[in-house]
């Protein structure tokens, strides 16, 4: 074949597709920014490549998709803990981020986000956030890959007055952003108790007419449900029903209340699920029934949602997280086997968001987006099952080198192109920035 840009020989390559494959002393070849070859060691002495990279302790899996999250809000990391969701969000998240969230805010935490990110093995996240078309300009400058949520509520924010103003603003992100091959939008309306009737109804017809995803936080605490439920008789996902949003393009984020009929909706509908363990563990959500949804047939990712509810962005620790608690969920030790989370972290988003077709697995013609983990740590030995390590027992820390569309974003542990002095000093001064205002208001 003609000289590749990269080829790497790697200790166990995990393709994810067919589910739990492992190989052993493999090479993968990259050109183009497109995974060009997968093949045993032995057959790759032809292969020339302008950058040879051996990774001999390592399993070569792909980039890990983070399927929710809120980036910026990594800046409100630990501002307040140990609350219930209601007290946490109206007391302590809304008003300060009436207070601070500016496009700068926006700016220094996405950058913030996306380092620690390509440390922790993700290559693409699904945001969901005010002023996106900042989020866009450091996803673009950081070389990550992104599904951008066009942000829609009721309530005015900074970023736009109403309905109609958020609607209008994010159609023109959208427009903008057609030319960027790493990133790509969805409709994000915040969730039913913060939207009414006549944005939504917009939303599902700009889906339809768009085909864009809708992300959207969905029966994520039993209050959001008995509330709906109390107010106008209809629990919220049959709302969304009525109003022409459960389809194929629907990605329900959380989705810890479903009724065995509410399952069967989703998947009959061809919904997405997107899975948010330890978040929804710190806040007291509830637990999503991931084994049901998967039996059932439902699409489901894996997300951290935002450092402010988490407190990390670690997908390695929330795939870990998803697969126990669906074992104890379910009552079954069986249930979401190591190769179905990782399927999970990995297609399992990318198919969420229609990027499918391009990532989530490790196969020739697909993008190079691929993660490489250290197996040899005294953590992990003996490898008896290198899959099974990388589920329940590696570490982020043991991220070593990640790759997007090719281009290396990180190796041997050192951020390639990202400033992370710059970045701790950014966080720094809006920690102090917070604080004061915290003391200010409260004298």
């Not at 509520?153 to 209008?168: F, G, H, R, T, V």
């Not at 509410?262 to 997405?272: D, F, H, M, V, W």
């Not at 005294?378 to 790759?403: F, K, M």
Request: one cysteine or more; a negative charge.
């Amino acid at each position: 074949m003609a000289p590749v840009d990269t080829l790497i020989h790697a200790r166990w390559v995990i393709p994810v597709a067919p589910e739990g494959q492992l190989l052993e002393h493999h090479a993968l070849a990259i050109t183009g920014g497109l995974i060009a070859a997968l093949v045993p060691r032995a057959e790759a002495g032809h292969i020339a490549a302008a950058e040879v990279v051996d990774l001999p302790g390592h399993a070569l899996i792909p980039g890990l998709v983070n399927a929710h999250t809120h980036a910026a809000m990594t800046l409100l990391r630990g501002l307040a803990d140990d609350l219930p969701l209601l007290t946490w969000l109206q007391e302590h998240i809304w008003p300060t981020e009436t207070r601070w969230v500016d496009a700068a805010f926006v700016a220094d935490g996405t950058r913030l986000a996306i380092a620690e990110m390509i440390r922790s093995g993700t290559t693409c996240f699904s945001d969901m956030y005010f002023y996106p078309e900042v989020t866009a300009l450091a996803v673009r400058d950081c070389g990550l890959r992104a599904t951008l949520g066009l942000i829609l509520i009721d309530l005015p924010s900074a970023w736009a007055d109403n309905a109609d103003d958020y609607l209008e603003k994010g159609l023109a992100l959208h427009a903008a952003l057609a030319d960027q091959p790493l990133i790509r939008t969805a409709l994000a309306p915040h969730a039913p108790y913060s939207v009414s009737d006549a944005p939504l109804r917009r939303v599902a017809a700009l889906a339809a007419e768009l085909e864009l995803p809708i992300h959207m936080h969905v029966h994520e605490t039993l209050h959001e449900v008995a509330s709906a439920e109390q107010a106008n008789g209809e629990r919220p996902l049959a709302r969304l029903q009525r109003l022409g949003l459960l389809s194929e393009r629907l990605v329900a984020v959380h989705a810890t209340q479903l009724t065995q009929d509410e399952i069967g909706s989703l998947a009959a509908a061809g919904a997405k699920v997107v899975h948010c363990p330890q978040s929804n563990l710190k806040l007291a959500s509830g637990f999503a029934p991931l084994a049901a949804l998967d039996q059932a047939g439902v699409c489901c990712g894996i997300g951290t949602d935002g450092a402010a509810s988490n407190n990390d962005l670690n997908m390695l620790g929330e795939m870990r997280s998803a697969a126990l608690l669906a074992k104890a969920v379910a009552a079954d030790a069986a249930a979401i086997p190591a190769a179905r989370a990782l399927t999970m972290a990995t297609l399992g988003g990318a198919r969420a968001f229609g990027w499918d077709d391009q990532i989530g697995t490790l196969q020739v013609g697909k993008q190079a987006d691929l993660v490489a983990i250290d197996l040899q740590r005294l953590e992990c030995a003996p490898v008896h099952n290198p899959l099974s390590h990388i589920v329940y027992a590696a570490g982020r820390d043991q991220v070593t080198d990640v790759w997007v569309a090719g281009r290396r974003l990180m190796a041997a542990r050192k951020l390639l192109g990202i400033d992370e002095a710059a970045l701790l000093a950014r966080a720094e001064d809006w920690r102090q920035r917070i604080i004061a205002g915290a003391a200010e208001a409260s004298r």
